[in-house]
Nanobody, 121 residues
């Protein structure tokens, strides 16, 4: 499997911003989907933002207009810019990538280990 590593989480005050990054351990291609999900204590993992090949990026209603998903294909990196953060955005954030590995063409569906985002004053 392709390893994914997230970074950029931390503690931020309400109204603040954070930028999460997710980098793949090797070159990938033929991306089917890339996205960010989050899981708060006691809750199920939920979609935050997702890009599907051949489709536009879709966002959860709760983050629409505040969060932006972007991709740097050359660096195999995925980003989530989070603005106007709220306490209810507090969660562990995970990236997910579905595609194929350049080295052998094999399909993969990988998740990162998660990065904690805490929004609190």
């Amino acid at each position: 499997q392709v390893q994914l590593m997230e970074s950029g989480g931390g503690l931020v005050q309400p109204g603040g911003s954070l930028r999460l990054s997710c980098v793949a351990s090797e070159s990938i291609f033929n991306i089917i989907g890339m996205g960010w999900y989050r899981q708060a204590p006691g809750n199920e993992r939920e979609l935050v933002a997702r890009f599907l090949s051949g489709s536009s990026t879709n966002y959860a209603d709760s983050v629409q207009g505040r969060f932006t998903l972007s991709v740097d294909n050359a660096k195999n990196q995925l980003y989530l810019q989070m603005n106007s953060l709220r306490p209810e955005d507090t969660a562990v954030y995970y990236c997910n990538v579905i595609g194929r590995r350049v080295r052998d063409g094999n399909f993969f569906n990988s998740w990162g280990q998660g990065t904690q985002v805490t929004v609190s004053s």
